[in-house]
């Protein structure tokens, strides 16, 4: 689905990016188990945890937590190099991630 369509470009850099003609129907699967992610932390999260997230499999778990409650300290960690701009900017859904992955307090 939508993270292995981004597990090639991201990690071997050279820009292709698995085109599907339910790119949005995977996008939003995608944005719906980090929903369903972000709910489970939620249920066991007291005041004082660190949420890490790791990879761009998480990469909206930060701002799912932080639109229930703006005080859980979050940190998110890519394991490879992000993307550099050429790749970056054929990510159709770049701009949601752009406003996600800096929910994180720390990257």
Same mark, same amino acid.
């Given at each position: 689905?939508?993270?292995?369509?981004?597990?090639?470009?991201?990690?071997?850099?050279?820009?292709?990016?698995?085109?599907?003609?339910?790119?949005?129907?995977?996008?939003?699967?995608?944005?719906?188990?980090?929903?369903?992610?972000? $709910? *489970? +932390?939620?249920? =066991? %999260?007291?005041?004082? $945890? *660190? +949420?890490?997230? =790791? %990879?761009?499999?998480?990469?909206?778990?930060?701002?799912?937590?932080?639109?229930?409650?703006?005080?859980?300290?979050?940190?998110?960690?890519?394991?490879?190099?992000?993307?550099?701009?050429?790749?970056?900017?054929?990510?159709?859904?770049?701009?949601?991630?752009?406003?996600?992955?800096?929910?994180?307090?720390?990257?």
């Amino acid at each position: 689905g939508f993270v292995a369509s981004l597990s090639l470009p991201w990690s071997s850099q050279d820009g292709r990016l698995a085109t599907t003609c339910s790119f949005q129907s995977q996008f939003d699967a995608y944005k719906k188990a980090n929903q369903m992610f972000a $709910d *489970v +932390v939620y249920e =066991h %999260y007291q005041e004082g $945890d *660190v +949420v890490w997230c =790791h %990879y761009y499999h998480l990469m909206f778990l930060p701002k799912y937590l932080k639109e229930r409650n703006i005080q859980i300290r979050v940190g998110w960690f890519l394991h490879t190099p992000f993307p550099s701009s050429e790749i970056y900017r054929t990510l159709p859904s770049r701009s949601e991630i752009l406003r996600s992955v800096p929910a994180a307090d720390l990257l």
